[in-house]
């Protein structure tokens, strides 16, 4: 189809889109290779196939918007698709005749490029209305929340340019195909460029050469020069979205965060203050964010009339990306602190490090991670962080739990009830840990007694640590207080290993904090445990025949609200629910449930001090969730989701009940 003279300046164009993109790649990789740690290529193969399925079913995605997420999704495969039409564009401008020939496998290939054509060009145009003129809600931040001050018009201009490039590409493409169906007939395999081919009816051949070559000029023209623009845009996710998925370090759980050996000596500064200070990970998860808002729209925090948008964080550092990458990429150091330009110190202490972000985003990003690393810069560089914080910091260092109880008193809870020590049962086959809440906590003893009581009904072999028994660390660890956490885990672990190696192989915790860091945390320290929430037990127990449920206790209208810890960040959904659907006729949901449960506003040591500024409490405003049911229990599976929707009862003088699944269970065991 190409001349002589156009087929050299397109190899030419060609050969300078090749230096644009080598431009653009070695830019990236010097900026991204600031940060700390390096992908690990062999978990990348193993993860190869499963990630290409999600770039291709975009399955991410779907889980909130579902009819955006349609246009987006016409759009994505369209330019997926659109890979194979521009190789095969090329080799019939150069070659002539048709690209996989005019068998089947040619005309599946025709009818795919001229449905996916339409559908993207409807898909493009609509998320295109949909954010410059409806200018949807969910795609914008309050004026309170801190962006980049290239960023609130940024967006929509990266938007429009982008999404017209598309619509330009596409549809160019697509006439060009349809002036092609007016040269040669109407295709059955290509039935809207046919139909628009008839457009063309009065046109000569001349003309209608003429279109076919501005089809292709203009369609691939526009794929060459957008290459040096990709670089500034934020639709470079399109190629780092994927490798995201790809490079991401393995995690046990969304949760679980890095390690950090406190006995070495060369280790001058924690935490993250500058960009340059994150991992390759963080610095990539800017490069892919989309900038949809999705993890702002769960953020508890955000949801509440907070500052804090994880979103904006995020967005504020691809900015500023764009802004110094060459400084970056050329070694030096930034000239802001991430406290100056992407999130303030208000808002990273609004985070309750619930994990429904990273849970969200379509593209792997973790933006958790980054504001639970600047706290740690702030505690252990600057001594800065809430004074609340500070009686849970000291009890602690003294006395090993946040409550600041003398550990001599760690098992006062079960006074009356039958709870062995390790030491008087060393043959015990399950090891409960307490944890400090059912240990120190009027209301969250009484769980730890109603677990007792089942424990003992079920003739189960149990024992407790007792005395020996001390905060996991997690308040601390999430706070910013990786010192204390450290000094914890280590002791803890070497507890654990000597009891475990001769006695008791699981571990059962109702606290989904504790299960947590046993689980996830305590493994870099060298303990790796079975850990189960105590609802896993009662189910085991119950399925089992060990515990006998009396029919006529069967209670009516429970409600159940999934502790982040428990659902999101360790995937212990059903249980609960399946513990209660045993003592319950009619058990309810609350809309925002599983993965998607809204937090108690207690994580992230919110619980230690007071909540940020904002519209509202993050435990009211769960709590009104459950009231909305019309259920009248609600049943937890948390200590401090336990203390959270307690406190919001009361504030909201409901006569709702709030007890754990053990309470509940056990009231209703013959």
């Not at 949909?130 to 018009?153: G, Y």
């Not at 993965?595 to 506003?601: L, Q």
């Amino acid at each position: 189809m190409l001349t002589l003279l156009e087929k050299i300046i397109f190899a030419l164009a060609a050969l300078a889109a090749v230096y644009a993109v080598w431009n653009v790649y070695s830019h990236l990789v010097k900026i991204i290779a600031r940060g700390h740690g390096r992908p690990d290529w062999k978990l990348a193969q193993k993860r190869l196939i499963g990630v290409l399925g999600k770039t291709v079913s975009l399955a991410p995605t779907w889980r909130l918007r579902p009819l955006p997420t349609l246009f987006h999704a016409l759009v994505a495969w369209g330019f997926m698709y659109y890979l194979l039409v521009n190789l095969g564009d090329v080799y019939e401008g150069y070659f002539g005749g048709k690209f996989l020939g005019t068998g089947l496998p040619g005309n599946l290939y025709r009818l795919g490029a001229d449905v996916l054509s339409v559908a993207s060009l409807l898909g493009m145009a609509a998320l295109l209305i949909r954010r410059l003129v409806f200018r949807s809600a969910d795609l914008t931040a309050r004026d309170t929340t801190l962006l980049h001050p290239k960023a609130r018009a940024g967006i929509r201009r990266d938007s429009a340019i982008v999404g017209t490039f598309i619509l330009f590409h596409v549809g160019f493409r697509f006439l060009g195909s349809s002036f092609t169906r007016g040269l040669e007939g109407p295709d059955p395999w290509q039935p809207f460029a046919s139909a628009v081919s008839g457009l063309w009816s009065g046109f000569g051949p001349s003309s209608l050469v003429i279109g076919q070559h501005v089809g292709f000029w203009v369609a691939l023209g526009l794929i060459m020069a957008f290459f040096p623009y990709l670089r500034v845009s934020k639709h470079l996710h399109l190629i780092l979205a994927p490798l995201n998925f790809l490079l991401k370090p393995e995690r046990r759980s969304i949760g679980e965060l890095g390690y950090v050996n406190f006995e070495d000596q060369s280790i001058e500064s924690f935490g993250v203050t500058r960009l340059e200070d994150l991992g390759f990970e963080q610095i990539m998860d800017a490069y892919a964010c989309i900038m949809c808002n999705r993890c702002q729209e769960v953020c508890p925090a955000y949801n509440t009339g907070k500052i804090l948008s994880p979103a904006a964080l995020e967005i504020n550092k691809r900015y500023f990306l764009n802004q110094e990458g060459g400084r970056l990429a050329a070694g030096e150091a930034s000239s802001q602190t991430l406290i100056e330009f992407a999130i303030p110190v208000e808002a990273v202490w609004a985070c309750t490090a619930c994990g429904a972000c990273v849970d969200i985003c379509p593209v792997g990003n973790e933006p958790m991670r980054d504001i639970l690393d600047i706290r740690r810069a702030l505690v252990l560089n600057e001594n800065t962080f809430p004074a609340q914080l500070q009686n849970a910091y000291r009890g602690m260092e003294r006395n090993q739990n946040p409550w600041n109880v003398a550990g001599t008193e760690r098992l006062k809870w079960a006074e009356g009830l039958a709870v062995p020590t390790i030491d008087q049962n060393p043959e015990a086959e399950i090891l409960w840990w307490v944890g400090c809440a059912a240990a120190t906590d009027v209301r969250a003893q009484k769980t730890a007694r109603a677990f007792a009581e089942i424990l003992n009904k079920a003739n189960v072999n149990f024992a407790v640590l007792g005395q020996g028994e001390q905060c996991t660390g997690d308040a601390a660890r999430r706070s910013g207080a990786e010192h204390i956490f450290f000094e914890l885990a280590t002791a803890n672990v070497e507890i654990l290993n000597e009891v475990t190696t001769s006695g008791p192989k699981r571990i059962v915790a109702a606290c989904p904090h504790c299960l947590h860091t046993l689980t996830n945390e305590y493994p870099a320290f060298g303990g790796n445990y079975e850990v189960i929430h105590h609802t896993q037990l009662i189910n085991e127990l119950v399925g089992s025949g060990k515990l006998q449920i009396d029919a006529g206790k069967m209670l009516e209208n429970i409600t159940f609200h999934d502790p982040c810890y428990l659902g999101r960040q360790n995937g212990i959904i059903n249980d609960p629910r399946i513990a209660l659907d045993s003592v319950s006729t009619n058990r309810v949901e609350m809309p925002r449930h599983g993965e998607k449960s809204f937090c108690c506003g207690a994580g992230g040591g919110q619980a230690w001090k007071e909540e940020e500024h904002g519209a509202a409490a993050v435990n009211a405003t769960r709590f009104a969730e459950a009231r909305a049911t019309g259920a009248s229990t609600l049943a937890v599976g948390c200590p401090f989701c336990m203390t959270m929707m307690t406190d919001a009862n009361k504030e909201a003088g409901s006569v709702m009940e709030v007890k754990d699944v053990a309470e509940l269970v056990l009231e209703a065991v013959r």
